[in-house]
T-cell receptor
C-alpha cells in the first residue's frame, strides 16, 4: 500500500509562474519530509526538506509547506524556470531516518 | 559533498545471467538502499541495510539479493536476470537528514 502519494503524474506551467506540486501521506509516524528532483538517466537529487515540527521551509525559489492535520505537503516553485523541468519525488521518513518512502513522482514541464 | 557511485551507467544482460550492481559511498553512512524506478510506479525499495552484513527486505525483494561486506559498499545481485527486471536501479545512502543517490544504472535484460 502506497504510504506516500502524488496524485498528479504531470504538470505544465508557463515560465515565470508558480508551480505547485502536491503530496499526501497516510502514516502519522512520519517525521521528516523531503523533495527530490530527477532528470532522465540521472539519480534523484535532494531539493528541500521539512521537519514535522515546522509548517514551512523556504530555500530560494523553493518553499515546502506541511499540513500535518491533513497529512499533506506541497512544493512551491516561484518563479518557475525551464531548467526546473524534471520529475519531482516526494519522500517521507520516520524519526530515525532508517527508511524513506517515495511517491510515484510528478513530471513538471516549464514552458518557455 | 556526499558521493554515491554506481559502477555502471548502462548495462545490457541476457535472460538467465547473474548480474552484479555495485554501489560505493564515501560518507561513512550506516544506511544504504537499493531502489528501482519504473514509469508510473515511482521508486520502489528492493533491499536496504543498516550496517555491515545486515540486510532487510524492502517492498519488492523477489529475484534479488544483496551483499554488504564493507560499510561503504552495497551490492545488488540479480540471481537469474529476467526481462521484467529491465529498469533503472538507484542506490542511496543516508543519515537522518536525507538519502543521497547515485547516478543510477539503466539495466536492460534481453
Amino acid at each position: 500500500d502506497q504510504q506516500v502519494k502524488q496524485n498528479s503524474p504531470s504538470l505544465s506551467v508557463q515560465e515565470g509562474r508558480i508551480s505547485i506540486l502536491n503530496c499526501d501521506y497516510t502514516n502519522s509516524m512520519f517525521d521528516y519530509f523531503l523533495w527530490y528532483k530527477k532528470y532522465p538517466a540521472e539519480g534523484p537529487t535532494f531539493l528541500i526538506s521539512i521537519s514535522s515540527i515546522k509548517d514551512k521551509n523556504e530555500d530560494g525559489r523553493f518553499t515546502v509547506f506541511l499540513n500535518k492535520s491533513a497529512k499533506h505537503l506541497s512544493l512551491h516553485i516561484v518563479p518557475s524556470q525551464p531548467g526546473d523541468s524534471a520529475v519531482y519525488f516526494c519522500a517521507a521518513s520516520d524519526r530515525m531516518g532508517n527508511q524513506f518512502y517515495f511517491g510515484t513522482g510528478t513530471s513538471l514541464t516549464v514552458i518557455p | 559533498d556526499v558521493k554515491v557511485t554506481q559502477s555502471s551507467r548502462y548495462l545490457v544482460k541476457r535472460t538467465g545471467e547473474k548480474v552484479f550492481l555495485e554501489c560505493v559511498q564515501d560518507m561513512d553512512h550506516e544506511n544504504m538502499f537499493w531502489y528501482r524506478q519504473d514509469p508510473g510506479l515511482g521508486l520502489r525499495l528492493i533491499y536496504f541495510s543498516y550496517d555491515v552484513k545486515m540486510k532487510e527486505k524492502g517492498d519488492i525483494p523477489e529475484g534479488y539479493s544483496v551483499s554488504r561486506e564493507k560499510k561503504e559498499r552495497f551490492s545488488l545481485i540479480l540471481e537469474s536476470a529476467s526481462t521484467n527486471q529491465t529498469s533503472m536501479y538507484l542506490c542511496a545512502s543516508s543519515f537522518y537528514l536525507g538519502a543521497f543517490f547515485g547516478q543510477g544504472t539503466r539495466l536492460t535484460v534481453v
